[in-house]
């Protein structure tokens, strides 16, 4: 069975340990999470320094992107290091065992519980012996698995922020414009979730609708003139501006 | 059983008329559209002219938000006169009758079938007397049905046009970033639809993750770097900039 030692305990590292802590496909020798006080959690030895990190098959870090460099450097020596970075590429890695990449597409919160199965795994390796590890490692987790290089993960973790945490930007807009009108932001949630599903089965291109994409310039200047908001005025011009263009390139 | 004329064959009068033609609890009485050649469709009378309209209990405009008016002043003097937008008030109507609103809060394609039984309406009269028609007519379609004035309308319609037409535009921009670099969109497909189910469980404050929250800049930056479009980059900075400044206010 394939033993690997996870490093970290953020919002990815704690929901890799839950999943692999209970896997009968990894086995998990080693946790280091500092802020656990116990030396053991569910069968699986926490540790709070990288010295204490014994040889395994691989070392999975699920650390902020700026420490990778630094924490790998002080890897043992044998067995492959994997980090779990979008942005950051394959040769951040300082270890002197095999390098690899282990990215999930996916946000995490803590509150949130994961279904890894159904997430996206991207994977590089810097040696082609350690493509099965790692896919053995992805299946552990999920069907879901594809080989990327390091430059079009970049953009994929870009394409990720757009849809993601931008979008995610756009809902908190939508739920302080239902607050300050006292209309609960549930009845956003149908809308919401079709936006998100049809995206699905027609493209971008065929599925936007509404007053940008209309050229319907009366209601656009009415609502930019019932926004309060500079910040919520600025980005609703940029929007529409931006997805005018789209359609008179398409003309 | 209430009897219903139908104005308007677009995206969202054509879904009206699939609807309730085969509704057992509304009887379609004609239908205005100008771009079918029959007199009959699945046994509702078509017509092309407003002069055609026969006396009815209600008119349902389904029509751009520059027609309503003269459209409304050209109807029976007897009825309610119904408009659907969100963005219009419930005095733009100039019919002699009942005036009122009827607005469903859902992103209408020809192409996409519709549940209008997960669409929540938006119900406005200006006479407590029509009260139980418009509320009959919204059950017909859906039990989701709420009161709302004319401001607070087109508030919540400004908040769906962030959380629809926005975010298919930032979905846009994830799919011209994947189709650039040779990446399958389908592949942000699950991240999509957590972010859209996540925002339904967890506040949109709570569910927001990424570089512009943690104010990651070495990762903020080398995305702009990788940024080639002009447009995605000036929305990529702003978009950051409404995080930052929305984490910066809570501390």
Redesign the interface.
């Known amino acids: 069975m394939l033993k690997i030692a996870l490093i970290g305990a953020g919002?990815l590292g704690s929901h890799l340990f839950e999943a692999w802590s209970a896997s009968s496909e990894v086995q998990l020798t080693q946790w280091l999470n500092r802020s656990y006080a116990h030396p053991n959690c569910k069968g699986v030895a926490v540790i709070q320094e990288l010295s204490s990190l014994a040889p395994t098959d691989a070392y999975v870090l699920a650390l902020?992107?700026?420490e990778i460099s630094t924490v790998s450097a002080q890897l043992p020596t044998t067995g492959i290091a994997l980090h779990t970075s979008g942005?950051m590429p394959l040769d951040v890695l300082k270890n002197q065992g095999g390098k690899g990449v282990f990215y999930p597409?996916?946000?995490?919160?803590k509150?949130?519980s994961v279904a890894f199965d159904?997430?996206?795994f991207f994977l590089e390796s810097e040696h082609k012996a350690h493509h099965s590890l790692l896919e053995q490692l992805a299946k552990s987790l999920s069907p879901?698995f594809?080989w990327?290089d390091s430059?079009?993960r970049?953009?994929?973790?870009?394409?990720?922020?757009?849809?993601?945490?931008?979008?995610?930007?756009?809902?908190?807009?939508?739920?302080d414009?239902?607050e300050?009108?006292?209309?609960p932001f549930?009845?956003?949630?149908?809308?919401?979730?079709?936006?998100?599903?049809?995206?699905?089965?027609?493209?971008?291109?065929?599925?936007?609708?509404?007053?940008?994409?209309r050229k319907?310039i009366?209601?656009l200047e009415?609502?930019l003139q019932?926004?309060d908001n500079p910040?919520?005025k600025?980005?609703?011009q940029?929007?529409t501006?931006?997805?005018q263009?789209?359609y008179n390139d398409e003309l």
């Open positions: 919002n902020p992107d700026r942005s597409l996916q946000s995490f919160s509150k949130q159904r997430i996206p879901n594809f990327m430059k079009q970049l953009q994929l973790h870009i394409a990720a922020v757009f849809v993601n945490n931008f979008t995610n930007h756009l809902y908190q807009i939508g739920a414009l239902c300050k009108n006292n209309i549930s009845v956003l949630f149908p809308l919401i979730e079709t936006t998100a599903a049809k995206v699905q089965q027609l493209s971008p291109n065929e599925a936007q609708t509404g007053p940008a994409r319907d009366a209601i009415k609502h019932h926004l910040q919520q600025e980005l609703y940029q929007l501006l931006a997805i263009q789209q």
